[in-house]
């Protein structure tokens, strides 16, 4: 069991050398972010975080919740975005990164409108993604779709 758990905490990307949870976490930290920027927490966001974090990270329900709980926690702690963003994009390629904008736009959707500070939350994390203006706009028009 403790070899189980040490692989665990040791999974990483070869390339990068950031631990798989910690890619996890900063996901989820993004998505809670953007849940949280509006101040009105609804149900259906928390419920799509979950969702998004299963099929995503192919987590089981609970391992969801409790890296959404995780992520909560770690938001109000940080003091920025930085930790968050640099976990992603020591990750991901620039598609992949597009295709989080795309879901933290659908996070935005989730109650049914974009209120302007998750658009300025959004708008500050693709920033920190270096993805494009452009790219910007096509995830926007992406979550629309979906």
């Known amino acids: 069991m403790l070899a189980k758990i040490k692989n665990w905490l040791c999974i990483s990307d070869q390339s990068s050398g950031i631990p798989k949870h910690e890619f996890n976490l900063a996901l989820g930290a993004l998505l809670v972010e953007v849940m949280q920027a509006d101040q009105n927490l609804h149900p259906e966001e928390q419920a ?7 099929n995503r990270l192919a987590l089981t329900s609970q391992e969801a919740e409790e890296l959404v709980r995780d992520a909560k926690g770690k938001v109000d702690e940080a003091i920025d975005l930085y930790a968050f963003s640099k976990a992603i994009n020591n990750q991901t390629s620039s598609e992949e990164r597009i295709e989080i904008l795309t879901l933290l736009w659908q996070m935005a959707l989730a ?4 209120d302007s500070h998750e658009e ?26 979906g």
Do not use: C, M, P, S
């Open 48 to 54: 799509l975080a979950i969702r998004v974090l299963q």
């Open 111 to 114: 109650d049914g409108e974009i």
């Open 120 to 145: 300025h939350l959004i708008r500050r994390i693709a920033g920190l993604l270096y993805v494009t203006h452009e790219d910007f706009i096509v995830a926007k028009l992406r979550a629309n779709k």
